[in-house]
Nanobody
Framework: QVQLVESGGGLVQPGGSLRLSCAAS????????MGWFRHAPGKERELVAA??????DYADSVKCRFTISRDNAKNTVYQQMNNLKPEDTAVYYC????????????????WGQGTQVTVSS
């Protein structure tokens, strides 16, 4: 079984910073892509950032403020969030597309449990 465990959420004032982490554990052969989604009340779930072998990409709303990175040795993805705004308030979920065995037969998405980020003065 594969588990993703998130950490790093919390309450921060506008303009502040937070760093989210998401560590995958279990039987993992390869991780193809990693990403962060967020879900705010009354809004649809939004892909915030993603990283794969070809590079990384961001939603327009977070470009130049958020940075996604990965540590392959630790099966961990991070998201550094700077200059946070009240509209960044949401539950953040990490997502990893991975294989548990060689080949693509076991490839699927796994999700973290979610971590609350609240930006408020």
């Amino acid at each position: 079984q594969v588990q993703l465990v998130e950490s790093g959420g919390g309450l921060v004032q506008p303009g502040g910073s937070l760093r989210l982490s998401c560590a995958a554990s279990g039987t993992i052969f390869s991780i193809n892509a990693m990403g962060w989604f967020r879900h705010a009340p009354g809004k649809e779930r939004e892909l915030v950032a993603a990283i794969a072998s070809g590079g990384s990409d961001y939603a327009d709303s977070v470009k130049c403020r958020f940075t996604i990175s990965r540590d392959n040795a630790k099966n961990t993805v991070y998201q550094q969030m700077n200059n946070l705004k009240p509209e960044d308030t949401a539950v953040y979920y990490c997502n990893e597309n991975l294989d548990t065995r060689i080949g693509s037969m076991t490839r699927r998405d796994y999700w973290g449990q979610g971590t609350q980020v609240t930006v408020s003065s």
